[in-house]
């Protein structure tokens, strides 16, 4: 069975220019220091103007969701990010959520990768998924209608340049033979794959290629629990044993009327959702600016989850 992990989401976009970010690397500090598992980032490389179809399941969407920040919002691109905070913090796990792996060249995605698992110690992770913004592709020259495929082949390049000394690869949009890229990830057999999206047949294989663990998306995220039992049957049909599948998912912080956490409700799901499959449990909260209030509040968290999972807060 796997450890029960906890990740937090920071936020890395604005809605208006920042003087500076030094917030987000206190918080980065702070969740480094009390023992958080995981921090992830969100992704979006540029932004088109019809940001309603974020609303839109059809094109990737969630269902009356909207963006946090208009089209001239102000988004950090992740492993730039992470790069810095990987030089800040120690123990914390690095990740993404979601990576549009895609809009990258390969190659490139996969040197930029294996750079950052070595330098922060093996301490990457990578959620990918296709996206719901058509723009972003638009502007990468990239085919919208095609981004599972493309999604695919990112993982593909990736996979072979980090696990093969010496790599071939041939598909329809690229050949090589015999390339040589170094340093290799520090993680036996390359940086973790999160993959994300709905239980569906071609996630499901995409998580069953590449994946070491799944975020669900939409619905699934919502109501999680039938959702991982869902993505089991789809892997057993495919032919993958789903025995030690990783889920991460969101676990909704609850406030009380005065606006202060009420860890005592948000952590009463925690052990109904561990045992339907549930292994990384990702909350976003509100933080305070400095690195000393950050600390204490994700520190409440951390005990607070530490102890529905049964494990002892760490000092």
Known sequence: MHKLRLAIVLTSFSAREQPNWQPLFEQARAADEAGVDRLVLPDHVVFGEHLEEYGKP????????????????????????????????????LGTSILIAALRRPVVLAKTAATLDVLSGGRLDLGVGVGWQREEYDAAGLDFAARGRLLNHTLEVCQALWREPRADYDSPELT???????PKPLQAGGVPIWVGGSPTSPVADRLAR????????????????????????????????????????????????????????TMDPVPALARGGLTDFRVRFALPDDRAGAFERISAVVTAFRAATGEAAEA
């Open 176 to 182: 090589f033979r015999a390339i040589h890229m170094m």
């Open 210 to 265: 590449f994946g070491s663990g799944w975020i669900p998306w939409g619905p699934a995220a919502d109501d999680v629990v039938p959702a991982i039992q869902r993505m089991r049957e789809l892997l057993e049909g495919a032919g993958h044993d789903p025995e030690g599948l990783m889920v991460a998912a969101p676990l909704p912080v609850l406030t009380q009327p005065d606006g202060q956490l009420d860890l005592e409700r």
């Open 58 to 93: 059809e094109v990737g969407g969630r269902l009356g969701a909207k963006q946090p920040t208009d089209e001239d919002g102000h988004w950090l691109e992740p492993l730039t990010t992470l790069s810095v905070i990987a030089g800040m913090t120690s123990h914390i796990r």
